[in-house]
């Protein structure tokens, strides 16, 4: 059985159950806002961040409509979030897919991703749970505020690992805690159970994220971006700091302030791309995800009783360190 059938088999049915109302919340009768939000949910994915939800509801108690509302108000606040981001960072592709600004214009994507924006506070509404409804208003703002770190810090010049971790922690790892404390929240858990929870999402959240950030430095048609992409669009990721950190060549220094100048050209991408390979980033990445790693399955051993959800969500950690896209 492969990780994604093993992660998904305690909850397959309420997975189901979770797609259809996601795909129900993103339609609408007619018109351009009916082609844009079929456009958006052609994408699919491997639902990681529900399928999380799910299995800590599990964890903790039962999966309800209580989880399911707050799955699909979760995966439509990020659904919204990435129309959005597509506007900021100007991107023509999501997913291998053009994105909803390249294929109508920027206006549209705004507009569609309120929307979107709308459906989520509407579907966290039905679960009448305040602790749900302050834990998704929070994410909400948590990834504003990340967005605009990452902006900000295109601009500094200073190249810390810190600076990189705390973009992703209010980005990526957020989302994923959010997905694990409520999930726990919906399952009826203790207080400090949710704490711990909201640990094991955030440390599989940054874990994920360098993950992502790793494949930017190899060549991959199924990621939907070009080596380099970050680079490209002025960013700096875990890989390429460490190897600068840990080096004293000037030279590659001054192709890292041109990054955050947004003056790269592509061979000079190239050729930082080649340095962090050759200096250590892509084995220090690996190691700190293998750190994060062992995180995560202390918190499965002390914290999941039942075999089923043991099994599932030890395979999600090894999905999401050893998958190739």
């Known amino acids: 059985m492969d990780y994604l059938s093993l992660i998904r088999q305690p909850i397959e049915r309420d997975l189901n159950d979770f797609i259809t109302m996601f795909n129900q919340s993103l339609t609408y009768r007619d018109g351009l806002l009916s082609q844009a939000l079929s456009h958006i949910s052609q994408r699919g994915g491997k639902r990681m961040r529900p399928i999380l939800m799910l299995l800590m509801a ?4 039962e999966v309800s409509e209580v989880t399911q509302h707050s799955a699909v108000g979760l ?36 507009l569609v991703g309120d929307y979107i924006l709308s459906t989520a506070l509407l579907h966290v509404s039905y679960t009448n749970n305040q602790h749900i409804v302050q834990t998704l208003s929070e994410l909400g703002r948590t990834l504003a505020a990340g967005e605009i770190l990452q902006l900000s810090n295109i601009q500094n010049q200073e190249i810390k690992e810190e600076v990189y971790y705390q973009v992703i922690r209010q980005k990526t790892a957020a989302l994923f805690e959010a997905c694990a404390s409520i999930g726990a929240i919906s399952g009826g858990a203790s ?4 704490k711990k929870a909201a640990l ?8 994920f994220q360098i993950r992502d950030d790793i494949f930017d430095y190899f060549d991959s048609k199924e990621i ?5 992409n970050d680079m490209a669009e002025g960013k700096l990721t875990l890989p390429v700091i460490y190897a600068l950190n840990n080096t004293d060549f000037d030279a590659m220094h001054t192709l890292a302030k041109k ?31 293998d750190e994060y790693s062992r995180l995560c399955l202390d918190f499965i051993a002390e914290s999941v009783k039942e075999k089923a959800i043991r099994d599932a969500l030890t395979a999600y950690v090894d999905y999401v360190v050893q998958r190739n896209y």
């Open 75 to 110: 995966e439509l606040l990020h659904t919204a979030s990435l129309v959005h981001d597509d506007v900021v960072d100007e991107s023509s592709e999501r997913r291998g897919q053009a994105s909803v600004n390249a294929t109508y214009n920027n206006k549209v994507a705004v």
């Open 58 to 61: 599990k964890n903790y108690g």
């Open 200 to 207: 094991f999402g955030q440390n599989l959240g940054i874990m």
């Open 191 to 194: 207080d400090e159970e949710i």
């Open 259 to 289: 990054v955050k100048a947004g003056t790269i050209n592509t061979d000079e991408i190239a050729v930082l791309v080649e340095f962090t390979k050759q200096h250590g980033g892509i084995d220090y990445a690996e190691q700190k995800m």
């Open 224 to 228: 939907g971006k070009p080596t380099g």
